[in-house]
């Protein structure tokens, strides 16, 4: 398998712009997490779904975010409309039902909004 | 209730030491402690994780050493090498809940 795989891996854009972040889970598994990290508050659980279903939207910083998972092989991160202190490391992470299994995650979209 | 401390932000070691890093939790419920690697551009990975049934973990040279009635778990690297340099995290999770709640994070630096 080639691991999560995220695109795109570097965007820019400008302030007010929409922003689509995508990721594609590892094959079979079941729970996908999208997280953001920064330098002032280190990585943050934005969303994680479970067969699809999103469980806890609570990180979920404002109404600006939105996350999708249409089916098991894809999911988006929606910013709309984006603005400069959205600008981050977006990472996809995806593991399977089991106790204590492991997590793996994307090399990550970072997004810099000017 | 969800926080995880994690010190020192930076440490700087020469080839061969032992950095420790440190984390303490406040949730009683957390039940699994991984540790992620990171190196620059790239997304965390897992390094080693322990259960809270046990005092100490060891893969390699890289050990965990847990105190539950501390709330406090710590990760040592022996032998370090250049190669080792990395931000470093851990994590907590609890029970079937798949949502890991992160350290902020050690940047280690081995020098040659």
């Known amino acids: 398998d080639a691991g999560v795989i995220q695109s795109p891996r570097h965007e820019v854009t400008e302030m007010g712009q929409e922003v689509t972040l995508r990721c594609k889970p590892i094959s079979g598994h079941d729970y996908l997490f999208w997280y953001r990290q920064t330098m002032m508050r280190g990585l943050e659980l934005l969303i994680y779904f479970n067969n699809n279903v999103p469980i806890d939207d609570s990180g979920m910083p404002e109404d600006r975010f939105s996350a999708k998972m249409p089916n098991a092989s894809f999911s988006t991160l929606k910013i709309q409309p984006s603005e400069p202190r959205d600008s981050a490391v977006y990472f996809c992470a995806s593991t399977e039902t089991g106790v204590n299994t492991e997590a793996f995650f994307g090399q990550g979209t970072r997004l810099t909004v000017v | 209730q969800q926080q995880v401390k994690q010190s020192p932000q930076s440490l700087i070691v020469q080839k061969g030491g032992i950095p420790i890093i440190n984390c303490a939790y406040e949730n009683t419920a957390f039940d699994y402690f991984p540790w992620y690697q990171q190196f620059p551009g790239k997304g965390p990975a897992l390094l080693i994780a322990i259960r809270p049934d046990v005092s100490e973990k060891k893969e390699g040279r890289f050990t965990i050493s847990f105190n539950k009635s501390a709330k406090q778990f710590s990760l040592h690297i022996m032998d370090s090498q250049p190669g080792d340099s990395a931000t470093y995290f851990c994590?907590?999770?609890?029970?079937?809940?798949?949502?890991?709640?992160f350290g902020s994070g050690t940047q280690l630096t081995v020098l040659p």
């Open positions: 994590a907590a999770n609890k029970g079937s809940a798949r949502q890991l709640t």
